[in-house]
Every structure is written in structure tokens, then in C-alpha cells.
């Protein structure tokens, strides 16, 4: 047996992927290295990442910049818990979070994960309400369609229904869930399918409103909840029904943070102003794991008047330095502008290359924001296959339920933007 023949076979018989059986799985592809936007494979094949590794290497792979940030600060220190010490990393990252995120917010706390820092926006939003002497109010409410991670308060925001966690009914907290906003970026305030769905929601938080803590909410872009595309003024909508509820209103950004449909944050499609904000994913440039939320200072004070005092949560790895360096480094890169056009690239190549599937009679929708391009079928893909036709055109997709999707990083040029969508194309003919 070959190395990598070994590899792969402990790989199958011990090593759980995620979303996978853990006895006789799908075998997995060996990745040896990566650069760009490539990867390369076992058999010595590269192929085009089009999924960004899950929408977080937003750089590409081996980036000058980031791999120099990450090694310098491997030389330094590479970790020191965040309990009683700091360092110039974790200051340094918090002050560039705040130089671009919406205005307002001004205090930072870093978690391990995307789903962790879902668990602590909840836990800030119940604390907060606490502290204003509203401990009754403990629901949150969020859309239909949602996803928010896989940790179990996160869990109990997406979608009871067709979630990927509809298999906990009465483990999770029951939240209250409007109806998914109707699809479309372009909807305006008059448009009647929204004015529906606005009195809905509008409905439920009089209905609900004493019990309630927070509206959390993907803003304009649905992740894996279905890649659903939704009007900015539904964020609107939220926000004045917030106030006049004295809710909280949560943006879960680490989907949609850092330029990936369009504006740096989705909330700036909008014109809204959060009260607390989750990023991740593309926050390290997917070189480490790291996430942060970010409050408004009325958040901060309602959580201290609150009675633990301070916020229940500390992450042994929290404010991690390598993390927080790349992560820097990372903004430095976004923040010289070029992600806009880059994007706006993107979104042109893939609005061109997956126009040729309307109409096709195994789609149901095609939708681009962004750098974000999504096919949407009428029967759920079959995902080795797809996979595997993806493949042969120099391309790696990870479709799921229904859909076959792209994100791809940004630095893709008009040519590698093409690969990608002659795979989907094929892959639609061939297998979806």
C-alpha cells in the first residue's frame, strides 16, 4: 500500500468528517498543498477551490502577506491565555474590527468559531435584558430558512423544519420564527410580498414581544440555510420593529462580512445599524479558526448590570495572537479596496457563465450576489456526482440539499471564474 493509499484508508476507517457517516463514508479527496486558488491533490491534479474552504479564504491560499504576519508571530509568542493578560495582537485586530464595521459599535469579544460567537450574542442578549430588569424576556426571534452553526443555542435559530438540526425537537430552545422573507435583493419597501411578510413579523413580535429578548438574523443572504437572497429593507423592517420592542437586533455576518455580496458588511445594503454583529469565516482569511462579536456600548452596560457582572463565556484559546495577527493582516488587505472590484468581477462572471441554466428543465432558480453564485435544482443533488463532474472540469464544489453553489475567493481571475461556472454547467447537465 502506497503512503497516500495509507493515508486515505485511516482516513476512511477513523477520521469523521463533518456532515458524514463515520462507518463506510464517502471517501474524501487528499489535499498536499495549496496556492492561490488551487489545490492541489493527491494524484498531483490541481483544481480550483470554488468554495473558498466553507466561504472563508477570501485571499486565496499561501498569500505573501498572510503566511509573513503568521510566521512572525509564531516567532514572538503563540499563545497566552486572555483571562486577566492582553497583547498587541488581539488590540491591534480589535481596533481595525472597529475602524470598519457599522458605526456603533465599540466593544469586541473573540471566539473560537462562527457557531461559538452565535452562543455568545444570545448569551449577551439574555444578560443584557437581565440587567435591564426584563429577565423574563428569553426567546429570541429570527426567519425561517436560517442557519446559524452547530452549537445548540445556534442550532435553535435555523430552521425547525428544514434545518440541519430539525432531529433535537424538545432539547433546543424554542424560538419564535417569522416567515422566511421573500426572495429577491431588489424588492422595495412598496413591493406587496414584503409589505406581507412585514405585517407578519410585525404580527408576531406584538404577539411575542414581552417574552422576547433579540431578533437574530442572516442580513440579506442566507447561508446554508438554502443561499437565499432576500430585500435589504426586510433589515429595516427589523430594526424599527426592535426598537419599538425594545429587542435587541443581532446581524450574523459571518457569512456575509468582509465584502462577499457586495458592500464590506451586508448591514451596509441597508443602512442599518446592529446592536450586536457576529463575523467569522473570512475574518482570519481562512488561515485559523477565529470569530469576534461586536456591541454597541448600551449592550456592554445592560450585560455588567446584569447580575454575574460580566459576560458568562471565556474561550481557553480566546483572542488567540497567531489568529488574531493573520487576521490583521488579513484586514490590512481588505481594507486597500481592491476586494470591491475584484467582487464586482465575480459577480459579472458569474451572472454571465450560470445565465446559460435558466430555463434548463433540471433547474429551479439561479441567483448571483456578489460573489456568491447559486444554482438551484428541482430534486436534491446527488453530491458525489456532482463532485466528481466538477472535478474533471478542474474544479472543487461542495453542493448540498438542492443546490450547487460557488464562493469563490476573491483574487479568482475572469478566466478561473469561467472554469467554475462551465462546471456547474456540466455538472447541472451531467449529474444534478
Given at each position: 500500500m502506497t503512503g497516500l493509499e495509507q493515508v486515505l484508508a485511516f482516513d476512511a476507517a477513523h477520521v469523521w468528517h463533518p456532515y458524514a457517516p463515520a462507518v463506510n463514508p464517502v471517501p474524501a479527496l487528499l489535499v498536499t498543498a495549496a496556492a492561490g486558488v488551487r489545490l492541489r491533490l493527491g494524484d498531483g491534479s490541481e483544481v480550483i477551490d470554488a468554495?473558498?474552504?466553507?466561504?472563508?479564504?477570501?485571499?486565496?491560499?499561501?498569500?505573501?502577506?498572510?503566511?509573513?504576519?503568521?510566521?512572525?508571530?509564531?516567532?514572538?509568542?503563540s499563545h497566552v491565555m486572555f483571562g486577566g493578560l492582553t497583547h498587541q495582537p488581539a488590540v491591534d485586530l480589535g481596533r481595525r474590527l472597529l475602524a470598519m464595521t457599522p458605526e456603533g459599535l465599540e466593544h469586541v469579544f473573540f471566539c473560537d468559531s462562527g457557531s461559538v460567537s452565535v452562543e455568545v450574542a444570545v448569551k449577551m442578549c439574555l444578560q443584557f435584558q437581565q440587567?435591564?430588569?426584563?429577565?423574563?424576556?428569553?426567546?429570541?426571534?429570527?426567519?425561517r430558512g436560517g442557519y446559524h452553526g452547530d452549537t445548540f443555542a445556534a442550532m435553535s435559530l435555523c430552521d425547525p423544519v428544514g434545518g440541519m438540526h430539525a432531529l433535537f425537537p424538545g432539547i433546543l430552545p424554542e424560538q419564535?420564527?417569522?416567515?422566511?422573507?421573500?426572495?429577491?435583493?431588489?424588492?422595495g419597501p412598496d413591493d406587496p410580498d414584503l409589505k406581507e411578510w412585514a405585517d407578519q413579523v410585525t404580527e408576531l413580535a406584538d404577539r411575542y414581544g414581552p417574552s422576547l429578548a433579540a431578533i437574530v438574523v442572516e442580513p440579506v443572504l442566507q447561508g446554508a440555510g438554502g443561499m437565499w437572497i432576500y430585500s435589504p429593507h426586510c433589515l429595516r423592517v427589523l430594526r424599527e420593529i426592535a426598537d419599538r420592542h425594545e429587542l435587541?437586533?443581532?446581524?450574523?455576518?459571518?457569512?456575509?462580512?468582509?465584502?462577499r455580496i457586495g458592500a464590506l458588511?451586508?448591514?451596509?445594503?441597508?443602512?442599518?445599524?446592529?446592536?450586536?454583529?457576529?463575523?467569522?469565516?473570512?475574518?482570519?482569511?481562512?488561515?485559523?479558526?477565529?470569530?469576534?462579536v461586536l456591541c454597541t456600548p448600551a449592550v456592554a452596560a445592560g450585560v455588567d448590570a446584569s447580575p454575574a457582572g460580566a459576560l458568562l463565556h471565556g474561550p481557553t484559546f480566546m483572542g488567540n495572537p497567531l489568529a488574531c495577527a493573520v487576521a490583521s493582516a488579513?484586514?490590512?488587505?481588505?481594507?486597500?479596496?481592491?476586494w470591491t472590484d475584484q467582487v464586482a468581477?465575480?459577480?459579472?462572471?458569474?451572472?454571465d457563465g450560470l445565465q446559460p441554466l435558466v430555463g434548463h428543465p433540471a433547474v429551479a432558480d439561479v441567483r448571483v450576489l456578489g460573489a456568491v453564485g447559486v444554482v438551484q435544482t428541482r430534486r436534491p443533488v446527488d453530491v458525489p456526482a456532482v463532485t466528481a463532474v466538477a472535478l474533471r472540469h478542474g474544479v472543487w464544489v461542495r453542493p448540498f440539499r438542492d443546490l450547487i453553489y460557488t464562493m469563490p475567493p476573491y483574487l479568482c481571475t475572469r478566466d478561473d471564474v469561467d472554469t467554475?461556472?462551465?462546471?456547474?454547467r456540466a455538472a447541472v447537465q451531467e449529474a444534478g
Open positions: 468554495m473558498s474552504s466553507w466561504w472563508a479564504a477570501v485571499h486565496g491560499y499561501a498569500h505573501p502577506v498572510l503566511d509573513a504576519a503568521l510566521a512572525a508571530q509564531a516567532g514572538r509568542m440587567g435591564s430588569g426584563r429577565p423574563q424576556r428569553r426567546r429570541l426571534l429570527t426567519v419564535v420564527f417569522a416567515p422566511r422573507p421573500p426572495a429577491g435583493f431588489h424588492r435587541l437586533l443581532v446581524l450574523d455576518e459571518i457569512a456575509t462580512g468582509f465584502g458588511f451586508a448591514a451596509g445594503h441597508a443602512g442599518v445599524l446592529p446592536d450586536v454583529m457576529c463575523v467569522g469565516k473570512a475574518l482570519s482569511g481562512g488561515y485559523l479558526s477565529l470569530a469576534a488579513n484586514l490590512d488587505l481588505l481594507a486597500d479596496g481592491a468581477r465575480i459577480e459579472r462572471g458569474l451572472a467554475i461556472t462551465r462546471a456547474i
